[in-house]
């Protein structure tokens, strides 16, 4: 039973976490959940952040970036877009035979990676800027 009240009358949060999703969420909270934890694993924040900042990449593309082997780009891939932090694509190259293969973050891994990690990681910097005794 989800609403979209972030705050109770008194202004404490909900007693329930599900009651933060708006009531027609497209995702459960499970789903968010795992989304977060899926940007937990290194190799996997690394993808996703590649193909935030660069857009889309190629298999190749990513093992060379991320100087890993193929299968274990492929398993990290995978459970990027179980999750919907990334899709991937298929496409043929003009004058080329067969089906390439393209991965791009959705918005879901925009939003996580830049709204997520990436704002956790400017809140340090910004807090060490103003605790930091040797710039006075």
Request: aromatic share 8%; hydrophobic share 30%.
């Amino acid at each position: 039973m989800a609403t979209d009240q972030t705050r109770t009358v008194d202004g404490s949060p909900p007693d329930d976490p599900e009651d933060l999703l708006p009531e027609e969420s497209i995702l459960t909270l499970d789903e968010y959940l795992a989304m977060h934890a899926a940007v937990g694993h290194r190799t996997r924040y690394e993808i996703l952040y590649r193909l935030v900042h660069s857009g889309e990449m190629s298999p190749t593309e990513l093992e060379d970036a991320l100087e890993i082997d193929d299968s274990t780009l492929h398993y990290h891939l995978n459970e990027l877009v179980d999750v919907s932090l990334i899709e991937k694509r298929q496409r043929t190259e003009r004058g080329q035979d067969g089906l390439y293969t393209y991965y791009q973050a959705t918005v879901f891994g925009e939003v996580t990676l830049t709204d997520g990690v990436d704002e956790l990681i400017r809140g340090e910097q910004a807090f060490e800027g103003m605790y930091d005794s040797s710039t006075r």
